[in-house]
Structures are given as C-alpha cells and as structure tokens.
C-alpha cells in the first residue's frame, strides 16, 4: 500500500527558533499534499495545499509567512515553522494524494509533535 | 458551514460485540463520506469510502451505511477485538468537489477483553 513518511516524529524546540517538517510519499509520486495541525482531543485543521512546483494555498486564518510550505518534487513536501512560539504546539499531520490513483484516497503520514517551550 | 457531528463520549463494548458509531452532518449532503482510524500519536489510516448514490459497503469486518436524507453514516465493527480500540473519525468532501475531506472530532472506541 501507499506510504508517506515524516521527519522528525518528535521535535522540542525553544521559542523563537524554526522547525522544518518533511513529508515524504515512500512508493508513489504525489502532486498535491495537505498540511493539517491537529490539537488535543479535536479534529484535523486543514493548513494548506502543497502542490507541486507552484505556491502553497493556505486555509483562511493560517499565516502563509510563519507556515512555510516548499513541496520542490513529486515526492516531498516540507512545511517549516517560522519563529515558534508556544501556541504552535501541536500534532502536525501531512498527506499525499496518489498522482497516478483515483484521486479520492489520502494517504496520511504517521504526524510530528512538535513542543515549542 | 458544514458541520460533522461524532459522539464525543468514548464507546466502551465487550470484545465480540458489533459496535456502532454515528456520524450526522448538517446543511450540504457530501458527494462522500470517508471513515478513518486514528490510533493516539499517530496519524488517521483511511477504512472505508462510501458515495452518496451507495447505501452501504462493506469491508471485512467493517460496515458503512450512507443515509442522506436523515444525513447520516453509521460505521459498524462487527466482531469486535480489543485490537480496534482507537478513534474513528469520519471526514466529508467540501462543496465543489474537491478531494479534500473535512474531518469530525472522531469518536473513542474501546473494546473490553
């Protein structure tokens, strides 16, 4: 089956600096990504579509500078952090849509803490 | 907005049981209705799709209903096993038809031994 990754599963990180957040898509190529935070006990926030070679479109509410999104191959999206700060604490979850598949199935990586102190 | 109800209260059941989870919807009816298992520190593992012209599908031990005009899905493990103790959300398409799914808070199942 269809296989995304992520690196780190687990970042502690002090306020101010920046994490980056790599989604990779193991045994397909996907055009478009999705981007989700996802806080305790509630559901997934869609962030931003990543796609391929063009610009992010974020989610109303999410700040496209602080959320950086770089998906630079058909197998690789990277959202960085910019200047965290506590309140971006959270569960990051990225996904990958099959180029070559149905288009209706998501494959979900396996998330990254991230505790900003 | 659409809004994706899913019974915040944990579902306990004994091992062996059917167990049933409900997913109601408001305003819009989706093109489909995706389920998922969400296991704790980990992310969502797609089960089972169901589109709006489908009244059921089935999965192994797995079923799903679709009921549009109640606007509802109900999710059934029949045979229950301590192994399916996770959370289940269900996720709909927005308008337009767009492959991206908006998720429900999900609903804790848990399976006694």
């Known amino acids: 089956g269809a296989v995304v990754s992520q690196h780190p599963s687990r970042v502690i990180c002090k306020s101010g600096t920046s994490v980056k957040i790599e989604c990779r898509s193991l045994?397909?190529?996907?055009?478009?990504m999705f981007w989700y935070r996802q806080f305790p006990k509630q559901s997934l926030m869609l962030m931003a579509t990543?796609?391929?070679?063009?610009?992010?479109?974020?989610e109303q509410g999410v700040e496209k500078d602080k959320f950086l999104i770089n998906h630079a191959s058909l197998t690789l999206s990277t959202l960085t952090v910019t200047s965290a700060h506590p309140e971006d604490s959270s569960f990051y979850i990225c996904?990958?849509?099959?180029?070559?598949?149905?288009?209706?199935?998501?494959?979900f990586g396996p998330g990254t803490r991230l505790t900003v102190l | 907005s659409q809004k994706i109800e899913q019974n915040s209260e944990a579902l306990n059941i004994q091992e062996g049981k059917t167990a049933t989870l409900t997913c109601n919807y408001t305003?819009?009816?989706?093109?489909?209705l995706q389920w998922y298992r969400q296991d704790p520190g980990r992310g969502p593992v797609f089960l089972l799709l169901?589109?709006?012209?489908?009244k059921e599908k089935r999965k192994e031990r797995l079923k799903v209903t679709f009921d549009t005009t109640l606007k509802q899905s109900l999710f059934h493990i029949t045979a229950s096993q301590p192994a399916d103790s996770a959370t289940y959300l269900c996720?709909?398409?927005?308008?337009?038809?767009?492959?991206?799914?908006?998720f429900g808070r999900g609903t804790s199942l848990i399976v006694h031994p």
């Open positions: 996904s990958a849509v099959n180029s070559g598949g149905a288009g209706d199935e998501q494959f």
């Open positions: 045994d397909f190529q996907a055009t478009t």
């Open positions: 990543s796609n391929e070679g063009s610009k992010a479109t974020y």
């Open positions: 305003n819009y009816s989706p093109a489909y």
């Open positions: 169901i589109r709006e012209n489908e």
């Open positions: 996720a709909l398409d927005m308008p337009g038809g767009s492959y991206i799914p908006t």
